[in-house]
């Protein structure tokens, strides 16, 4: 039954069928679209809602009287695990593993995020998580005031609605 209906040939082939090309059935496939869209979206969101939560208890919830310390070490796990999902995703869809930009460029970005993140376990063991996320999310509206006062950039009210 499953195979037969439009949305799974659409799905799983990407060959639009011919009652597809109904007006009516456009609208109803823009609509499971967007369905797709937003339970994918708070799919996303809730996981990494969970992955703060588990940092914060991991920095914040005393192991055998002392809390944990190494938050590099955290890092490096974390960094671990990145490298093998996407070494195994690459190699799942044929891609090649080689460096298209020179090594010095990844270095730099890799520096920066592991200090970055680093900085966030370390942040956790003074602040809660939300505390944490509104702190970052905030960080847009004083790059914007800077912005405006060295480059002499202006904002309309869509731009300081984004920062808020």
Do not use: H
Request: hydrophobic content about 50%; charged content about 15%; glycine content about 10%.
């Amino acid at each position: 039954w499953l195979k037969k209906t439009t949305l799974f040939r659409y799905r799983c082939t990407n060959k639009p069928t011919l009652a597809m090309a109904d007006s009516s059935t456009d609208s109803r496939s823009a609509l499971v679209s967007a369905a797709w869209c937003m339970f994918y979206g708070a799919g996303i969101i809730g996981m990494l809602v969970i992955y703060g939560l588990l940092q914060e208890r991991i920095m914040s919830i005393p192991y055998g009287g002392e809390l944990f310390t190494d938050s590099v070490f955290l890092v490096f796990c974390n960094r671990i695990v990145a490298i093998v999902f996407a070494v195994s995703m690459a190699a799942g869809k044929g891609e090649e593993l080689v460096n298209k930009a020179p090594l010095w460029k990844y270095l730099a970005i890799s520096f920066s995020s592991v200090y970055a993140s680093a900085c966030q376990y370390e942040a956790l063991r003074y602040v809660s998580f939300p505390v944490q996320m509104l702190g970052k999310s905030f960080k847009m509206m004083p790059v914007m005031v800077w912005g405006m006062l060295v480059a002499g950039k202006r904002y309309g009210f869509g731009g300081w609605g984004d920062g808020v």
